[in-house]
């Protein structure tokens, strides 16, 4: 069954340092979104892509996050510099179609832990 | 402000018995509604949904009902399993305007032997 991938699953950096991380969704879809859940709560979209171009990125703190789908395909998630409040758990989705009516595929996640 | 509400964060239910997880919502603008369900390590993966001219959908164990006048949703869960333990996240979008899914906090459910 195909499943959304991401790496890395787990990642521990200091402040100020850069990460980055990666996703590979589901072949075909064309929606890809990262959301951001930190613990206790819900996801929250960050950014939202429909092929290689980004329909909502309202949510996204662009002084320090980045995001990019190049290809249309697997997108990259960077924070730059990364700062406490930062530890999360890094979630990317896919899905056939950007309405909420096509369902989302949700990928393991990338946990990040700033010290 | 959370327009997504799930009030309890924890649930205990006995197998067999049936699990009634709620959920509350403020935004009327509300048109689609979704539960998730998300095992420790891995992502939510979608379970049930209902849109708004709707008030009840069913698909095997699982039902949502949905009071638009309470702004209110459940999710009934008959037989509770063992294989049902996990976080329940219950959401919600505006299909005709930016079609964003806005998650709740999340139930744990543990499903007792």
């Known amino acids: 069954e195909a499943e959304v991938a991401q790496s890395p699953r787990y990642k521990i950096t200091e402040k100020s340092q850069a990460v980055a991380f990666w996703c590979d969704p589901i072949?075909?879809?064309?929606?890809l979104y990262w959301y951001r859940q930190i613990l206790g709560q819900g996801p929250e979209l960050l950014v939202q892509?429909?092929?290689?171009?980004?329909?909502?990125d309202s949510q996204l703190p662009k002084d320090r996050f980045s995001a990019e789908r190049l290809k249309g395909v697997d997108s990259t998630l960077k924070i730059q510099p990364a700062e406490l409040g930062d530890s999360a758990m890094y979630l990317c989705?896919?899905?056939?179609?950007?309405?909420?009516?096509?369902?989302?595929?949700f990928g393991p996640g990338t946990r990040l832990t700033v010290l | 402000d959370q327009q997504v509400k799930q009030n309890s964060p924890s649930l205990s239910v006995q197998e067999g018995r049936i699990s009634i997880l709620n959920c509350d919502y403020t935004?009327?603008?509300?048109?689609?509604f979704l539960w998730y369900k998300k095992y420790p390590a891995e992502g939510p993966t979608f379970l049930i949904s209902?849109?708004?001219?709707?008030d009840k959908n069913e698909d095997g164990r699982f039902t949502v009902f949905l009071n638009k006048s309470a702004k209110h949703l459940s999710l009934h869960i008959v037989p509770s399993q063992p294989g049902d333990s996990a976080v329940y996240f219950c959401?919600?979008?505006?299909?005709?305007?930016?079609?964003?899914?806005?998650f709740g906090k999340g139930t744990r459910l543990h499903i007792l032997p």
């Open positions: 892509f429909q092929d290689e171009s980004v329909v909502d």
């Open positions: 209902i849109s708004s001219i709707k």
């Open positions: 989705a896919s899905s056939l179609a950007p309405t909420s009516k096509n369902e989302q595929f």
């Open positions: 959401a919600a979008s505006v299909r005709n305007r930016d079609d964003k899914i806005i």
């Open positions: 935004n009327s603008m509300f048109d689609y």
């Open positions: 072949s075909g879809h064309a929606t």
